[in-house]
């Protein structure tokens, strides 16, 4: 007879490795929020990472172009040559970076490169730095894979960059990889060329620390900073970098789904391997596009991340002025990342105490219908997320309501 906890043979049983795992929580607050809205609820949803704006019209029309030529069909594994020679390009123009074909790959968006990547290379118990706060998924395909992240704090005070003392703590002879994102999702916070110096300096004495340069928001910086990225600042470690990007972001093509990265030719032979065996080769209707994208007119990138940043100043703005609320001003990206340390502890009008991020954000829903995230799920409490890469005039309704719940408190 079986063990009355035990499963029955037909039930259900995830493996170990996703069992301990959920859906992004940021997916789940847009979820809840969504479900709210289609039941009639006034909600503005400030959750998600996404571009408003639509993908450019040439870039609609080369994927047209492709579907009446017939390119329909399976093309090269990780990037038709078309499209890998136009990122060879993207590379040498933007950030002064040789690759040649065979270092570069092409997946079914940036989160495909980065698990293919970490796929390729991690044992059980290898360890990979996570600068907090993080990209959600980060954490998560490193759990999945069997490896340890190792969470070093970003504090406010350091303009949530990394400080090269806590990195060199860091570091054990476990080490990795190390994932950099600038600028950064959630923070906004940006490296310059100055900026990234000394954290590079400490990865230079630890030869066994391969870098994955998270460049996806690379066209979306502010007040005239210089993009910069790892392997363009220090040379020397380009033989140990993977230099991730994609089109998501910047030409608003998130549902397109193309990542892309250079790399050492070994690492993307690798990574080569572990696509082979779940998605082969990204839509050719997808790689046409983003081959417009990347060799078309550029002049979309500046006029959008002009408009981010009008944006950005009134959303910083605003946030500033509410009481309890403080927020630095991003460098790039399209999220505000605000300290809600002085509304922890303080009592909502029903009587519940706001006891963390968390709870000050299921309140913010719950009463005055606006959905951000919590820091902590970035690793980095007390604060929340805005996404800005919305209207104008929803975002200014989104400040007066969260105006109106802070005042509320008591």
């Known amino acids: 007879m079986a063990h009355p906890t035990s499963p029955s043979p037909s039930e259900f049983r995830p493996s170990v490795r996703v069992g301990a795992l959920g859906v992004s929580e940021i997916l789940q607050i847009g979820a809840r929020a969504a479900e ?45 040559p078309a499209l890998k020679a136009a990122i060879a390009a993207k590379f040498q123009r933007d950030n002064g970076l040789t690759y040649e074909t065979n270092e570069i790959t092409v997946s079914t968006g940036a989160k495909q490169v980065l698990f293919n990547a970490l796929m390729a290379t991690l044992d059980p118990g290898d360890e ?6 993080y990209w959600v998924s980060y954490l998560d395909i490193v759990q ?53 110096r000394p954290v590079l300096d400490v990865l230079l004495r630890h030869p066994q620390v391969w870098i994955m340069a998270d460049d996806m928001y690379e066209h979306i910086l502010y007040d ?26 910047a030409y608003a093509m ?25 998605t082969s080769c990204p839509s050719s209707i997808s790689q046409a596009a983003a081959l417009e994208a990347l060799t078309g007119d550029q002049s979309v990138l500046a006029e959008r991340c002009r408009s981010f940043q009008e944006r950005r100043d009134m959303v910083v703005s605003g946030l500033n002025a509410i009481p309890g609320l403080t927020c630095q001003t991003p460098e790039g990206a399209f999220y505000t990342f605000a300290n809600c340390a002085g509304v922890i502890g303080k009592t909502t009008p029903d009587g519940a105490v706001i006891t963390d991020d968390r709870e000050f954000c299921n309140y913010l829903l719950a009463a005055v219908g606006v959905a951000v995230v919590p820091g902590s799920a970035f690793g980095l409490a ?17 400040l007066a309501r969260i105006s109106r719940a802070v005042a509320a408190l008591s």
């Not at 990979?128 to 706060?133: A, F, L, M, N």
């Not at 600038?182 to 310059?192: E, I, K, R, T, V």
């Not at 800005?388 to 929803?394: G, P, R, V």
């Open 224 to 249: 005239g900073m210089t993009f910069a990225s790892p392997a363009q600042v220090e040379p020397a470690l380009k033989s140990r970098t993977l230099t991730v990007n994609g089109v998501s972001k």
């Open 144 to 196: 999945i894979l069997g490896g340890v992240p190792v969470l070093v704090p970003c504090r406010e005070e350091n303009g949530f960059r990394l400080d090269p003392q806590d990195l060199e703590k860091a570091i054990t002879a476990k080490t990795r990889w190390i994932i950099l994102n600038s600028p950064s999702n959630p923070s906004g916070a940006a490296y310059s060329a100055e900026q990234y």
């Open 36 to 80: 709210m809205k289609r039941q009639g609820g006034n909600i503005i949803i400030l959750g998600a990472g996404e571009p408003d704006f639509d993908t450019p019209e040439p870039i609609k029309a080369a994927a047209a172009q492709a579907m009446r030529r017939g390119d329909t069909k399976y093309t090269a594994l990780d990037g038709t």
């Open 254 to 278: 998130t549902g397109w789904r193309i990542g892309y990265a250079g790399g050492p030719a070994a690492l993307i032979k690798a990574m080569a391997v572990v696509q082979s065996q779940t």
């Open 128 to 133: 990979v730095i996570i600068p907090t706060p």
């Open 382 to 398: 007390p604060y929340f997320r805005i996404s800005y890469a919305t209207s104008m005039a929803e975002l200014r309704d989104a």
